[in-house]
């Protein structure tokens, strides 16, 4: 009786189970003031809520309040909105731009 699981059919060996692979995103970017590609890079400090981005080329650097769901890529992508901001100020060009949402 010890071995009454063996009788019967044969013991099938399973699949193993293929995970998909993570799509890692990218943490070195290029700057928006030189133009030099992967010259910026992000540094993500979860324990005091900071990101911090800096131009290795240039020496910019802009640092932003994060969460645990923000990412290298929107550190950036706020770096960049607020250096478009920046310029779209100085430039006094006020009037001659025009938002239309759809």
Known sequence: ?????????RRS????QV???KVRLAEVFKC???AHEKACEVKM??????GTIRCRICDQSF???INYL??????????VDKAEEEQYRDS??????KVTLS
């Open 1 to 9: 009786r010890q071995f009454a699981f063996a009788m019967g059919r």
């Open 13 to 16: 060996s399973g699949r193993k």
């Open 19 to 21: 995970g998909k692979k």
């Open 32 to 34: 928006p003031f030189c």
């Open 45 to 50: 400090d979860r324990g005091g809520r900071v």
């Open 63 to 65: 640092s932003t309040s």
């Open 70 to 79: 923000s990412d290298p890529v929107d550190v950036y992508a706020e770096w």
């Open 92 to 97: 006094g060009d006020e009037d001659e731009v």
